[in-house]
């Protein structure tokens, strides 16, 4: 074949071997996903990170403040917003029956709660019923907060307003809080700070250590009274029992 003819040929071959052998790039990028993290996979690593650097020292000092609060037979006030509500009811659950303390937080009763809403206004919605709660030196006040409270930026005021309240009277200030602590941990006697370690992860991450530290709380040695339903059926059974 003269090689004219031949360089034509083979160009031809070439080209029509490309078309039938195309490159998947469906496969390359799959397999280059398969190396970077997932969410979940940061998400559990951050979790990681956020219980090494937890304050021990702060959550023993809480445990110390209720133990003496216990003992004097004051009350706990759980404060929250949001989600911290929801923590607020369920800790005030908790400390009740596992911790055998007195406790109660205003968002339990939703009729109060919006009758000073819709009358007095939101800021003071918390520090009024402290009043009437007849909040005392004797009691304290126990707040979950993302971001503790900040006047200045118009953020959780009813907080805010509350535990200026609760300096006034004396009363005990503890605080599970995000971010730099706020108003929450310039002002309390014991503060856990839940470190910051991805920044647009603040709030789910400090609310689901609160439940953690709050947990703990009540299970402490120095704190708990009563066993937990699933934890006396195993010694019963003498299954999963502790050492």
């Given at each position: 074949?003269?090689?004219?003819?031949?360089?034509?040929?083979?160009?031809?071959?070439?080209?029509?071997?490309?078309?039938?052998?195309?490159?998947?790039?469906?496969?390359?990028?799959?397999?280059?996903?398969?190396?970077?993290?997932?969410?979940?996979?940061?998400?559990?690593?951050?979790?990681?990170?956020?219980?090494?650097?937890?304050?021990?020292?702060?959550?023993?000092r809480i445990v110390d403040?209720?133990?003496?609060?216990?003992?004097?037979?004051?009350?706990?006030?759980?404060?929250?917003?949001?989600?911290?509500?929801?923590?607020?009811?369920?800790?005030?659950?908790?400390?009740?029956?596992?911790?055998?303390?007195?406790?109660?937080?205003?968002?339990?009763?939703?009729?109060?709660?919006?009758?000073?809403?819709?009358?007095?206004?939101?800021?003071?919605?918390?520090?009024?019923?402290?009043?009437?709660?007849?909040?005392?030196?004797?009691?304290?006040?126990?707040?979950?907060?993302?971001?503790?409270?900040?006047?200045?930026?118009?953020?959780?005021?009813?907080?805010?307003?509350?535990?200026e309240y609760g300096r006034?009277?004396?009363?005990?200030?503890?605080?599970?809080?995000?971010?730099?602590?706020?108003?929450?941990?310039?002002?309390?006697?014991?503060?856990?700070?839940?470190?910051?370690?991805?920044?647009?992860?603040?709030?789910?991450?400090?609310?689901?250590?609160?439940?953690?530290?709050?947990?703990?709380?009540?299970?402490?040695?120095?704190?708990?009274?009563?066993?937990?339903?699933?934890?006396?059926?195993?010694?019963?059974?003498?299954?999963?029992?502790?050492?």
């Amino acid at each position: 074949m003269p090689p004219v003819i031949f360089h034509y040929w083979t160009r031809g071959v070439r080209r029509r071997l490309f078309k039938r052998i195309p490159v998947n790039t469906s496969k390359v990028a799959y397999s280059f996903k398969i190396q970077m993290p997932t969410y979940t996979e940061n998400y559990l690593a951050e979790v990681s990170q956020i219980t090494a650097r937890l304050d021990v020292q702060a959550i023993e000092r809480i445990v110390d403040l209720l133990v003496k609060l216990r003992t004097r037979e004051g009350r706990l006030f759980v404060l929250g917003v949001g989600g911290g509500a929801g923590h607020a009811s369920h800790a005030v659950n908790d400390f009740r029956k596992i911790a055998a303390m007195e406790a109660y937080t205003p968002t339990d009763n939703v009729s109060e709660l919006t009758a000073r809403i819709n009358d007095d206004g939101w800021e003071s919605t918390f520090v009024n019923w402290l009043r009437i709660s007849r909040l005392s030196a004797n009691d304290m006040i126990l707040v979950f907060s993302v971001g503790g409270g900040d006047l200045v930026r118009n953020i959780s005021p009813n907080l805010v307003r509350a535990l200026e309240y609760g300096r006034q009277v004396g009363a005990s200030i503890c605080g599970i809080v995000g971010r730099d602590g706020g108003y929450t941990a310039q002002v309390a006697d014991a503060c856990v700070v839940i470190p910051v370690v991805n920044s647009e992860a603040v709030t789910p991450h400090t609310e689901a250590f609160q439940a953690v530290v709050w947990h703990l709380l009540v299970s402490h040695p120095a704190l708990q009274q009563t066993a937990m339903k699933w934890e006396s059926v195993n010694n019963a059974t003498g299954c999963l029992s502790r050492p």
